[in-house]
């Protein structure tokens, strides 16, 4: 294969910058179709990236277009679907998270990929592709650390975001399954191990719309591995100094600490206020490489038919996670990961 040819659906906040990297960033891909439900987006495709074939039906879209691989960044409910659709026709599927929208749609699209073996499947978990957290994986296989026993996250979406966190919070599965989940799935990779019980506390402390929704802006969990292991989480949605991801592993031998000042650059600004390092305002801009970088290990797994190193099994036990972490939360009580 000499390029991989590429539909994308979905081109909203995330799609748009997939859609972007694929037309101008990789090499070894070429972007042939795009679809979208709202008008102005499947215009801005064919003005701003020259996409030629633009639907706003999905099915049409894979049945039409000449491509081989499908990218999938519609919103959450309709994750499930696109999957079966794109896996039925034979095409490589790369889906951001989550695989569906509760757990039998998410176990459903995983017997649908495992179905299709064939077919390369990736899902976009695109920490695991920052330049960052890959030096700090790198290191920790190379004994940095010793053998990691803790991980601590903090993942705190910045306040000027609030309006949609609300709007989007009936959809979304909430903080647990639409943020936290890329904590649960760093934890799960850092430690390489699968974990057992969950306890949550939190509450809607600074707005109060989430009590409604039974969610929280502000959240602790703690989490017992199988091999003995733990984790902590700490995600929040009122961040007034930006986009805070943090994250610690720690080992016998030492630790890591990534992103503890989530700093723009390297930048400092001197002056009536004292040293003032600015922060990343927000997802797109702090792991943009990453979604460069996930996207590029995908279109080269498809064309080197190379198994990407985060699968559908990803998908599963992240989300299962995040709802034992939910019902934690709800009950109040210590929670098996069993649902
Ligand atoms: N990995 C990450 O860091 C990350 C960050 C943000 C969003 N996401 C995920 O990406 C997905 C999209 O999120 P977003 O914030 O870009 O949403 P968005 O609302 O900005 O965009 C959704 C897009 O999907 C399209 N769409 C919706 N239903 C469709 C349908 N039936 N057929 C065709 N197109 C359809 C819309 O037209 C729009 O282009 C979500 O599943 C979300 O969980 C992941």
């Known amino acids: 294969m000499e390029k991989v040819k590429v539909g994308i659906v979905g081109l909203g906040r995330l799609g748009s ?39 706003d039906d999905f099915k049409e879209m894979v049945t039409k277009a000449d491509i081989d691989a499908v990218v999938i960044v519609s919103s959450s409910n309709f994750h499930n679907e696109h999957i079966r659709i794109a896996m039925e026709a034979g095409k490589h599927v790369f889906t951001d998270k989550p695989l569906g929208l509760n757990m039998e749609e998410c176990l459903d699209s995983q017997e649908l990929i495992n179905k299709h073996n064939d077919q390369i499947f990736m899902i976009g978990y695109m920490r695991r592709y920052d330049p960052t957290y890959m030096y700090v994986k790198k290191k920790i296989q190379e004994g940095a650390i010793g053998k990691p026993f803790a ?3 903090t993942s705190i979406d910045p306040e000027d975001t609030i309006d949609g966190a609300i709007a989007y919070a009936e959809t979304s599965g909430g903080l647990f399954r639409d943020m936290t989940v890329h904590d649960i799935d760093l934890a799960r990779w850092f430690l390489e191990d699968e974990p057992e019980t969950v306890y949550t506390v939190g509450g809607a402390y600074v707005h109060k719309e989430f009590e409604k929704m039974n969610d929280a802006d502000n959240a602790c969990a703690i989490m017992k591995f ?7 989480f700490y995600s929040g949605r009122d961040a007034l100094h930006g986009y805070h991801i943090e994250t610690e592993i720690i080992g016998p031998k030492g630790m890591f600490r990534i992103g503890a000042v989530p700093q723009k650059n390297l930048s400092m600004i001197f002056n009536e206020n004292g040293a003032v390092q600015e922060c990343v305002s927000y997802f797109p801009e702090r ?17 080197n038919g190379r198994t990407p190193g985060v699968g559908a099994v990803d998908g599963v036990e992240g989300m299962r996670v995040a709802y034992a972490m939910t019902k934690a939360f709800k009950t109040g009580h210590v929670e098996k990961i069993d649902v």
């Open 17 to 55: 910058c997939h859609a972007k990297n694929i037309a101008f960033k990789i090499a070894n891909a070429t972007l042939v179709a795009a679809c979208s439900v709202r008008s102005e987006e499947r215009e801005f495709a064919k003005r701003e990236l020259d996409v030629s074939e633009c639907y």
């Open 151 to 153: 991980v601590r996250c």
């Open 226 to 232: 199988k091999n003995g292991g733990f984790a902590s």
């Open 287 to 303: 792991f943009a490489e990453a979604y460069l970088n996930e996207m590029q290990e995908f279109i080269d797994c498809v064309q």
